[in-house]
């Protein structure tokens, strides 16, 4: 069975901190990666997609990704209290965005 | 991004009435749709696979005589909670993938209360 794990959290990070979130999967074959934000009460949003090895860079959001290791990391810089969120990560198997397993999520607080 | 509507956004029921909720894809075409369900802090789960022209497929477990698929054309799928009882109050969330890339997208999700 397809698997992604993630921490639940809450981290917790001062404001102006880097947050650092983690998420692992199970699936070698897995072909593009997902880090969704989920406010509370809301539905979840697309904030960063990565499809190799490496770091993909947009904003004050890196996603690292390490198909070696099956890992994939988002990093939030300078960090803000609107940052607080639950962080989603999700994993594809195809090309076509039929085949998603998503991570538990990990909370995370930003605190003022 | 590609944009997914879902309406309504909040719905009160009585019990033992049935409610539909429409996911609509703006901008582009989707054969396929996914519905799920999230209950207050806890992770989403996948219900079902909604698949346009054909029977949709449930997760074990969801019962599909009470979670009631349809997606009758490229736009638009619904999903009918028929004879609602209060424990299925939950946030119902769809998706969708533009399909020329492996990203999915969500609506805004619809609250149901049922009472």
């Known amino acids: 069975q397809k698997e992604v794990e993630q921490n639940s959290g809450p981290l917790s990070v001062p404001e102006g901190a880097i947050a650092s979130l983690n998420c692992t999967y199970s699936d070698r074959g897995s072909q593009s990666f997902f880090w969704y934000r989920q406010y509370s009460g809301k539905s979840p949003e697309l904030i960063m997609s990565i499809y190799s090895n490496g770091d993909k860079e947009d904003g004050r959001f890196t996603a690292q990704l390490n198909k070696a290791s099956q890992y994939v990391s988002l990093l939030i810089r300078d960090s803000q209290p609107s940052d607080s969120a639950t962080y989603l990560c999700a994993v594809n198997s195809d090309n076509y965005g039929q085949n998603f397993v998503f991570g538990p999520g990990t909370r995370l607080s930003v605190l003022p | 991004g590609a944009v997914v509507s879902q309406h309504p956004s909040r719905v009160i029921c009585k019990s033992g009435t049935s409610v539909k909720i429409e996911c609509r894809s703006l901008d582009f075409q989707a054969t396929t749709m996914f519905w799920y369900r999230q209950f207050p802090k806890k992770s989403l789960m996948l219900m079902a696979t909604?698949?346009?022209?054909?029977?949709?497929?449930?997760e074990q477990g969801v019962e599909k005589d009470k979670f009631l698929i349809n997606h009758a054309s490229l736009t638009l799928s619904t999903l009918t909670v028929t004879s609602a009882h209060p424990e299925d109050s939950s946030f119902y969330i769809c998706?969708?993938?533009?399909?020329?890339?492996?990203?999915?997208?969500f609506g805004e999700g619809s609250w149901l209360t049922v009472v």
């Open positions: 998706s969708a993938s533009p399909g020329q890339t492996p990203t999915l997208y």
């Open positions: 909604s698949n346009e022209g054909s029977k949709a497929t449930y």
